[in-house]
């Protein structure tokens, strides 16, 4: 599985950053709304360092996070398809997460518990905002990952 | 609209002309990932790449692409016997 261009390499990564990225917004939002701030933060931040290096090995190393952020004049004709093909899966996805989120946060926000932890502790709120910018920058990488067999941008 | 195949002798002529993917693809201008795509025909290539590729190596485009798999230099000597 060592090998970057095999297929259960480039899954399991994509695979780690995203489970990575929810559990993270998820211990540090408890964190940030419990009262247990440090028990929580210390496996908190142990999955952040696991994103980080995720994010390093399968995004930055191949060079697929500099690809689809860098200029379209300066791609030729086959990476600009590609990119568009990334662009537009990530932004269908997006847009589903999204919805599916603002979807579970108002039903929850019809319970009285939930929407008194929610107006007493809105910092966890910017922890989900953050999870989601990230989310958004990183899910045209996931697609180019998941279909291309030659990391070497 | 399916599209077809379009094959190619990209990597013959890039070795016949002694140019690596790499040199190949900044004297086109492309990246050389492309090449590599292009060679093993995972990519078919827009008009104007096709042009420009055959300009390159001074034939006509006919003669570096089709939609039917290229004949090798082997079955062409053969046929001419």
Redesign the interface.
């Known amino acids: 599985m060592r090998n970057p261009s095999s297929k259960s390499y480039r899954y399991f990564y994509v695979f780690l950053n995203m489970t990575m990225l929810l559990s993270t917004v998820v211990i540090m939002s408890f964190a940030v709304t419990g009262d247990n701030h440090l028990f929580m933060l210390v496996p908190g931040l142990g999955t952040l360092i696991i994103l980080v290096f995720s994010t390093v090995k399968i995004y930055l190393r191949t060079g697929v996070w500099k690809f689809i952020h860098s200029n379209s004049e300066n791609?030729?004709?086959?990476?600009l398809a590609l990119a568009r093909m990334a662009v537009q899966k990530a932004y269908a996805v997006f847009t589903v997460t999204i919805l599916g989120f603002v979807m579970i946060l108002s039903i929850a926000l019809s319970y009285d518990a939930t929407a008194q932890i929610v107006s007493k502790k809105s910092s966890s709120l910017w922890i989900v905002l953050a999870g989601f910018i990230y989310f958004a920058h990183s899910l045209p990488a996931v697609f180019i990952v998941l279909r291309e067999k030659?990391l070497?941008? | 609209m399916e599209t077809r195949n379009i094959y190619n002798r990209v990597a013959v002529l890039r070795r016949a002309n002694k140019k690596s993917r790499k040199e190949l693809a900044n004297d086109i201008g492309v990246n050389f990932q492309t090449i590599g795509y292009l060679e093993r025909e995972e990519y078919n290539p827009s008009l104007d790449l096709a042009f420009r590729i055959s300009e390159y190596f001074g034939l006509p485009v006919d003669k570096v692409f089709s939609v039917e798999p290229m004949k090798s230099i082997e079955q062409i000597l053969l046929e001419k016997e």
């Open positions: 791609m030729d004709e086959r990476e030659y070497n941008f």
